[in-house]
């Protein structure tokens, strides 16, 4: 009897200690989380935008007094107001009169945002959070209401590894070669593939020639050039005198120079 008890004992021993004993992962639901976030009077040239965004976004945006905004998000399940809080945050953290906080506890904002980001991806990829916890929990997951703390625990203590990556590496046609001890013969190959390429007579493209109806085209016609040409483009002379156009008269005649018929005239257009 005293055996038999011993036995059953250790058995009992070894069923706790087995995986069977361990207790079942239960899923909780998340739980809503009211983060609110007050900034202004900003002298920054986004602050209409960023009052503007808060405005139209999904949380509940209130003017506690002159360029002094209050706006409450309500943190659930719903990837819009996890975005909504992360586009404000992306416009209002880095200014001074900015302040984020849950109750009466205060947030850093940078964490705030990037929790905001991360959350909202998950959602809209999985409905849930899928976020392994191998290398541990960021600061981020340990603000937001997605967070389940058994999986995180579970994941560090490495019950829920990543999965390994796979590479596939393949040898080249040369390296093969040199591993079987064939690369001579691989060489002499290439030589001989490289001067039968050499042999061969260089071929070359000829440009695409225009059609006979266009060459006679431009063969036909002619274009104008000479005097007549020169002539119709310049302006005519302004000076006429008695013979030719441009022309001045040389006579050393006393005659010519008393005369006044032979004096010459000048006409402008």
Known sequence: ???????????CERFWLSDRAKPAFVRVPAMERRVTVEFGPSRSKRFAKAVAAAQSGPGECQELEPGRYRVSFVLGTDSGVYAGLAHLLQ???????????EGEE??????????????????KLFGECRFRFSYGVFPRCALCPLLEVERAV?????????????FDIEFGPRL???????LDKLDQECREA??????????YSRPPQAPASV???????KFLSGSRTKQSREPPSRTVYGSRSGSIPCSFSPASVSSRSSTPMAMWP
Request: charged residues 25%; glycine residues 6%.
């Open 1 to 11: 009897m005293y055996f038999q008890e011993g036995d059953r004992l250790l058995a």
């Open 154 to 166: 579970r994941d560090m203590l490495g019950e829920n590894p990543i999965p390994p990556v796979r």
């Open 91 to 101: 416009w209002v953290r880095n200014w001074r009169a900015t302040e984020v906080y």
């Open 215 to 221: 060459s006679r085209q431009f063969r036909t016609v």
């Open 176 to 182: 093969q070669a040199l591993m079987r001890g064939e």
């Open 106 to 123: 205060p947030l850093p904002g940078f964490h705030t945002r990037e929790m905001a980001w991360c959350a909202s991806s998950q959602l």
């Open 194 to 203: 490289i001067t039968q390429q050499a042999e061969k007579p260089p071929t």
